[in-house]
C-alpha cells in the first residue's frame, strides 16, 4: 500500500511506520521466545534420567520478566532442582566409586539457542 506524503511530512511518515515494524517485530520476538522455551523444557524431559519420573516430570518454564520491549524466561526443575546439577554432571557415591553424568540440560540449552536465533531471522526476514 502507498501513500503520497509531502517532503514536509517524510520524517513523520518514516517514524510512523518505524513504530509499527518495531511493533510487529517485538511480538514475533516474544512469540518465539516462548516456543523456544516449550522446545528446551520438552527435550530436558526427553533426556532427563528416568528413576521415578518425578525428576522428569519437574520442568517447567517460568516468565521471569516481561516489558514493552523484552521477555525473559527461565526453564527450570520446579521441585527437584537439588539434584539437577548431580544428574547432568554426575556424583561420587556414598560407598566410593562415581555415578557418571548424563548431559541432559546443557544439550537442550544450545539447541535452544540455535533455534531461538534461526526462529528470529525467519520471523523478521518475512516482516521486512
Known amino acids: 500500500m502507498s501513500k503520497s506524503v509531502s517532503i514536509d511530512e517524510m520524517g513523520d511518515a518514516i517514524v510512523e511506520e518505524m513504530k509499527k ?3 510487529v517485530a517485538t511480538e514475533d520476538m516474544k512469540q518465539c521466545v516462548k516456543d523456544t522455551g516449550k522446545m528446551v523444557r520438552k527435550e530436558i524431559m526427553e533426556k532427563a534420567p528416568v528413576r521415578t519420573g518425578a525428576y522428569q516430570k ?3 518454564v517460568t516468565k521471569q520478566k516481561e516489558d514493552s520491549t523484552s521477555l525473559e524466561l527461565a526453564v527450570h526443575s520446579k521441585n527437584r532442582y537439588q539434584i539437577a546439577h548431580l544428574l547432568e554432571h554426575g556424583h561420587a557415591k556414598r560407598n566410593g566409586g562415581r555415578v557418571a553424568g548424563k548431559p ?3 544439550p537442550a540449552e544450545q539447541d535452544g539457542k540455535q533455534q531461538l536465533i534461526k526462529s528470529l531471522k525467519e520471523k523478521l526476514s518475512h516482516d521486512a
Open 21 to 23: 515494524y518495531s511493533t
Open 58 to 60: 519437574s520442568w517447567t
Open 104 to 106: 541432559h540440560i546443557a
